[in-house]
């Protein structure tokens, strides 16, 4: 059995006594001590890790007055504190070991929007999205874009001062922050915005005293700054000399000083945001190039174009983005309309315009007659994007960018630490083609994509940072990429801040560097607010975070090589953080939306899963290799009463929020799988501890329901009475068990069917290579089969009315409700039986179709990681893909009137998301409209919705998103998940039907 882990990560006693005292001093959010808790916020998008002692979910600015009012005390003054808003930071801005103050659970909320004046005032913890969707009936928009922007908070914006997509026209997050309201490090408050002289004179307390200091500074240095600082669009963050005083109208800002400042000057509470009009007209422009670098030369003849958003890709990440599952929403967009010309295709340039409809009309006329003239031989096509679905998911691509140059094949993987370099776009082409000069000297892949018309490229190395050697590499080639942009006049940090980069901003500052030093000192006199970024007070010994920091591949150095790689769904998170996407209708991830604890998401339970895999190294534990024994029954017993410290309790229960619902592992870039982890995990908690009698209830479900079909009129009455129901729920855990079908599907079919594996083989083989031609065996599932055996019998059906002569293979268990509740062993077994038959049948060159998607996908998914070569070659598609393939055996049919919602399974969304596009394809032909809708999770996903402790969980889930869109009228809803209508029928709405039944009514109608 696997050990009893001790994290042995103590809080520092004057942290335990400050949290302590902060829940008694009515804070009123939530202090967090757990280690599992601490280390989800120990991490963020960069490859860095640094533990806090504690972590405060203030409700609002109030609460974070109140804990840093109360650090004054001096017992308390050595604490440290840093803001975290949405974690996306790709330079560890947000990471360090004091106290952590994450804004991002509560501090939600846009405070008021005054549409005439084109302002809004809103709480730093607001996505950027979200707060677009709010401003979106106005007419306005929050311009200032990024990658991250469904993630990303105002407040982490305004600290590193972001852009991305179009600043070249819309600027930075400084551009459009008008005033902010801060707490300073004392606990008092200050409100910036443009003072004059009569405005400083009326200031009081601290903020008149920062006033004076800082317009003094500016003016004595106002020469040197003008020389010192770069002439760049993306100008230079922290601390931002250049903007936050006017000598000509003698206004000062401080709020130019604190974006961009990154936490270490004050806590952003609220800010006064200026907004711009939606665009009524925007195109998209794909073009399409030879090379990489004919892209980025042709870039600045695009700018001239006066192009709103000019963006470009390299071969390197089109091609990882071609392995993702949303690639073929996007590929008739993107690649050459040409042929021939696909093998020449090495890059790309995304070329917006956005305005008026006369005057975009014009320039994208203008420009398509230079690209049509021939003049640019590099050119190999273009697309042209006039809608704002496609302009959509070509941006949505090119923002899963980030993420994706993650998921390349091998240890080394492509990171960010030298990724925002910002040149004068004139210079870029040069400068990349010694950058890549530089990289191909060092023998790296890399991946390169960004902001062309802004001089700003992301760059992005692969190295394994397991590997000291490749560790060290990353010090070597960031001082040397500092001093290439210094040389270019540019600057290391163009977009994301500097972070733990601060290490060169003497350099870049010079004697300035001083100065900026003083600001801190001024602000944060005891270096107390994100200590070690940007710079030290001058009077401070305290020095900066090096580049040599302590990174995440140290960490998961201490696992063995062979864990590393069996475990790499855990070890490949690199904290993208596409998993705290706000928007409700996103399958990724219901159990983070629900509860909005970063625990509860995909990367905190790959962070969790890290650590304990950690901790069980350092005991002399390796799964990979000496997987520990099940522990004997009494030894579980007494474990489970045990009160000894346990890291994988917190595992567990991290883990037992899990819906299993496999978003993740199609919808992360990084296709980080926590369903698979969590099996796994199970396996082993339970080799130590007593496994709950639910789960022996769910694992033996599939094996008994043959069983229990045989008497479904008695199991039903048992089943569906009220104290029966109670017993259930009170002795077992688990709640609205459905009713056995009547009549079953032996009943409906038996005689027309084989009824055992035997005299299935001996059909197929009595039957020519011709009839099998039109054969198609339909593979049973456990919960249509036996709840909804109507629906079986209707896919017999439909089958045979398409002129297919339909089998129905003898039931197989599938296995994966053991393999949701960890029972390894057990699912081994059945997964090597169901696919022995199943290979078997394979043999037979026959179709094999089945009818509910997450149990179809198993066999290609969990088979092939609980199996490997064992697993064998056999398909079973599911049968909207089937049909697909077959539609040009069937006369198309006209448009009937009929029309049709899909509510989409959020696991075949994730993993297999053209299904959705198969049944519309399907459908289609024969006469109707479907129309497919973008949903959350329904809640139940598969057995997790019967459980009494998930109960609440999945009503929430339900009622988040497929509830107000069941409520729509808009033509009738259809579900091909079982686990989905089961969830509709128990809440007392209409019963749900299955696309297949929908596709016989139109063929049965004729």
């Known amino acids: 059995m696997i050990p009893a882990l001790d994290p042995q990560a103590v809080l520092e006693p004057q942290y335990r006594d400050y949290l302590g005292a902060l829940k008694g001093a009515g804070f009123q959010g939530e202090v967090e001590t757990r280690y599992g808790h601490r280390l989800s916020l120990a991490t963020d998008n960069s490859v860095y890790q640094m533990l806090p002692q504690g972590v405060l979910f203030p409700l609002d600015g109030d609460d974070i007055q109140l804990a840093l009012r109360l650090a004054q005390n001096p017992e308390f003054r050595q604490l440290t504190f840093s803001a975290r808003g949405g974690g996306t930071g790709t330079n560890g801005q947000s990471l360090n070991r004091g106290i952590i103050i994450d804004t991002s659970r509560h501090m939600r909320g846009v405070v008021s929007i005054d549409a005439e004046r084109r302002q809004a005032v809103v709480q730093c913890g607001v996505i950027k999205d979200a707060l677009n969707d709010e401003l979106r009936p106005h007419g306005l928009f929050f311009s200032p874009d990024l990658s991250t922007s469904n993630r990303a908070t105002l407040g982490g914006m305004i600290n590193t001062d972001a852009s991305g997509a179009g600043s070249l026209v819309y600027g930075k997050t400084s551009d459009h922050v008008i005033a902010i309201r801060a707490i300073l490090d004392d606990g008092s408050e200050l409100i910036t915005g443009p003072w004059d002289q009569a405005a400083r004179n009326a200031l009081k307390g601290r903020a008149r005293e920062l006033a004076e200091s800082v317009v003094a500074l500016c003016q004595e240095k106002q020469g040197l700054i003008e020389a010192r600082f770069p002439k760049l669009n993306r100008f230079l963050t922290g601390y931002d000399l250049k903007h936050v005083y006017n000598p000509d ?8 000083l604190l974006c961009g400042s990154e936490g270490t000057l004050a806590f952003v509470v609220e800010a006064t945001l200026d907004l711009t009009p939606i665009p009524d007209t925007r195109v998209l422009v794909n073009i399409q190039y030879d090379s990489f670098d004919s892209a980025l030369r042709h870039a600045p003849e695009l700018v001239d174009a006066h192009a709103t958003v000019v963006e470009t890709i390299d071969a390197t990440v089109l091609n990882l983005a071609r392995e993702d599952v949303s690639w073929h929403t996007v590929a008739d967009l993107v690649e050459p309309e040409d042929a021939e010309q696909a093998h020449r295709f090495d890059g790309i340039n995304m070329v917006e315009f956005a305005g008026e409809a006369d005057e975009v009309e014009g320039k994208l006329i203008a420009l398509l007659a230079r690209l049509d003239s021939g003049d640019n031989g590099a050119v190999l096509g273009y697309k042209v994007c006039r809608d704002g679905g496609s302009i959509g998911r070509v941006y949505a691509m090119r923002k ?27 210079k870029l082409a040069d400068f990349i083609a010694e950058f890549r000069a530089l990289l191909d000297a060092e023998g790296l892949q890399y991946g390169m994509f960004g902001h062309v018309d802004a001089g700003v490229l992301h760059v992005r190395p692969a190295l394994d940072l397991c590997d000291p050697a490749d560790e060290r590499q990353l010090k070597v080639l960031s001082d040397k990429v500092a001093e290439l942009t210094r040389q270019y006049g540019g600057l290391m940090w ?28 001024w602000f944060d006199p005891d270096n107390r607010l994100n200590p070690g970024k940007i710079c030290t007070p001058l009077d401070s010994d305290d020095e900066l ?53 970063r625990v509860e998401s995909p990367k905190g339970r790959a962070e969790l899963y890290r650590a304990w895999l950690r901790l069980l190294a350092r005991e002399g534990v390796d799964l990979s290799q000496y997987p520990p024994r099940r522990a004997p029954l009494w030894q579980r017993v007494r474990n489970q009463f045990s009160q000894e410290t346990d890291f994988s309790h917190e595992v567990h229960q991290g883990m037992l929020s899990c819906l299993a619902c496999k978003a993740c592992s199609g919808a992360c870039p990084v296709k980080v799988d926590i369903p698979t982890l969590r099996a796994e995990f199970l396996h082993h908690y339970y080799g130590r501890y007593l496994r ?3 789960d022996h209830f769910v694992a033996n479900l599939e094996d008994s329901l043959p069983l229990q079909a045989r008497f479904p009129k008695l199991v039903n009455s048992l089943s569906q009475n009220r104290a029966s129901q109670w017993l259930l ?17 032996t009943e409906r079919v038996g005689q027309h069917q084989p009824s055992t594996l035997p005299e299935l083989e001996r059909r197929l083989a009595r039957a020519s290579s011709e009839e099998r031609r039109h054969m198609v065996l339909l593979v049973q599932d456990p919960f249509n089969s036996h709840y909804d055996a109507a629906l079986v019998e209707a896919g017999l059906k439909l089958l045979a009315r398409l002129g297919f002569e339909p089998l129905l293979v003898p039931y197989l268990p599938n296995g994966k409700p053991q393999h949701i509740k960890g029972f390894l062993d057990r699912f ?24 509910d998607p997450a149990l179809v996908l198993t066999y290609s998914d969990e088979y092939v990681t609980i199996l490997k070569e064992e697993r064998g070659d056999f398909e079973v598609e599911v049968l909207q893909s089937f049909l697909a393939r077959h539609l040009d055996r069937w006369t198309p049919r006209p448009q009937s009137g009929h029309h049709y919602r ?13 299904g959705a596009t198969e049944w519309q394809q399907v459908l289609g032909h024969f006469g109707a409209e479907l129309k497919t809708v973008n949903l959350g999770c329904c809640g139940m996903a598969g057995t997790f919705g019967h459980e009494v402790a998930n109960l609440e969980r999945s009503r929430q889930l339900f009622d988040m998103s497929w509830a107000p869109e069941l409520a729509k009228e808009e033509g009738e809803p259809l579900s091909s998940g079982y686990s989905c209508r089961s969830q509709v029928k128990r809440f007392g709405l209409k019963g749900l039907r299955h696309p297949l039944q929908v596709l016989l009514e139109l063929i049965e109608g004729d």
Do not use: W
């Open 249 to 256: 109208t003698d206004i000062l800002d401080l709020t130019r």
């Open 494 to 521: 163009g977009e994301h801040g500097r972070g733990v980069r601060s290490e060169y901003g003497p350099a870049v500052f010079g004697e300035l560097f001083e100065d900026l030093r003083r600001i801190k000192g």
């Open 692 to 694: 709950p009698l639910k």
């Open 902 to 914: 899909l509510m989409g399974h959020c696991t075949e969304n994730s993993v297999r998301p053209s």
């Open 400 to 426: 899963k960018a980030v993420g994706l140059l993650a998921n390349a094949k091998g240890p080394r993987k492509p990171l960010a630490f030298v990724e925002d370099t910002a040149v004068p776009p004139e």
């Open 545 to 597: 975070y090096p580049v040599e920091s302590p990174t995440r591949g140290a960490f998961n150095r201490r696992i063995s090589p062979q864990s590393r790689e069996e475990y790499e769904r855990a070890i490949r998170c690199n904290g993208n953080g596409l998993c705290f996407n706000y928007q409700i209708d996103s399958p990724m991830c219901p159990s983070y939306k629900a509860s909005g604890d």
């Open 729 to 745: 729920k009170t002795l077992v855990g688990y709640v609205d068990p459905p009713a056995l079908s009547v009549p079953t599907l």
């Open 828 to 851: 081994r077994r059945t997964a090597r039986n169901s696919a022995a038959a199943l290979n078997r049948l394979a043999a037979y060159k026959v179709p094999m179709v089945g009818l």
